[in-house]
């Protein structure tokens, strides 16, 4: 593909709604990177996958994220019971390799409004 | 944890004045990267930094690493509209798993 692609691109949840966004990484990229974030913040780290392994799930805020690349490629995050501090940007990222060294190429993001 | 800051957090210049933003890192950094954010856009990358001390120009951009590999500087000549945008610095965690992000510099160019 020619991108990082996310949908859906916006998603309005009402308060205790489960949501699932999806993320399709540049084909054959090994990394992927899940970030929140907030009006006029930088990106906030949720979650780390290399391949189908989830190395770093450190930044997830509560178990109510769950995050998964069952294949190795698209990847979904969910959120269960969503709340009013959910409401964010959530942007993916991969990359062609593993470790710290590689460009991270974003996708558009998909903006979560929970009401 | 590691904490990445940036200042200026606002930064409004006419255009053709010169910007800088700078980043500092609680830790040591084995590279740094910056992007940058069009409005309602998503990041994108501009560089990577890797070398104590290291200097790296696009154009009009100038970018600098600290020789303690802790700070880092975007330096942009004779600013134009197009540069309008929010310009993030990022490290690796002290276990290079994941990437920290600075809060940004929003830059706005009058023109």
Not at chain 1, 69 to 95: F, M, N
Not at chain 2, 2 to 28: A, K, L, R
Request: glycine fraction near 10%; include cysteine.
């Amino acid at each position: 593909g020619a991108g990082v692609s996310q949908s859906p691109r916006y998603k309005v949840a009402k308060r205790g709604q489960d949501v699932a966004l999806r993320c399709d990484p540049i084909s054959g990229h090994v990394s992927l990177f899940w970030y929140q974030q907030a009006l006029g913040q930088g990106p906030e780290f949720l979650t780390y996958f290399q391949n189908e392994a989830q190395l770093d799930k450190s930044g997830l805020p509560s178990d109510r994220f769950f995050a998964e690349r069952p294949e190795g490629s698209v990847s979904t995050l969910k959120i269960q019971r969503t709340q009013q501090e959910d409401s964010a940007v959530y942007l993916c990222a991969s990359t062609i390799g593993g470790g710290s060294y590689n460009e991270q190429f974003f996708g558009p993001g998909t903006r979560l409004t929970v009401l | 944890g590691q904490q990445v800051m940036q200042i200026p957090q606002y930064q409004h210049v006419q255009e053709g004045e010169d910007f800088t933003t700078y980043c500092n890192s609680s830790t040591t950094l084995s590279n740094i990267q910056w992007y940058k954010q069009r409005p309602g856009g998503h990041p994108v990358f501009l560089i990577q930094l890797v070398k104590s001390g290291e200097v790296k120009k696009q154009k009009r951009l100038t970018f600098q690493f600290g020789e303690a590999k802790k700070n880092s500087s975007l330096h942009i000549t004779a600013t134009q509209t197009t540069d309008v945008g929010t310009y993030f610095c990022a490290g690796p965690d002290n276990y290079g798993q994941n990437f920290v992000f600075g809060p940004g510099t929003r830059l706005s160019v009058l023109p």
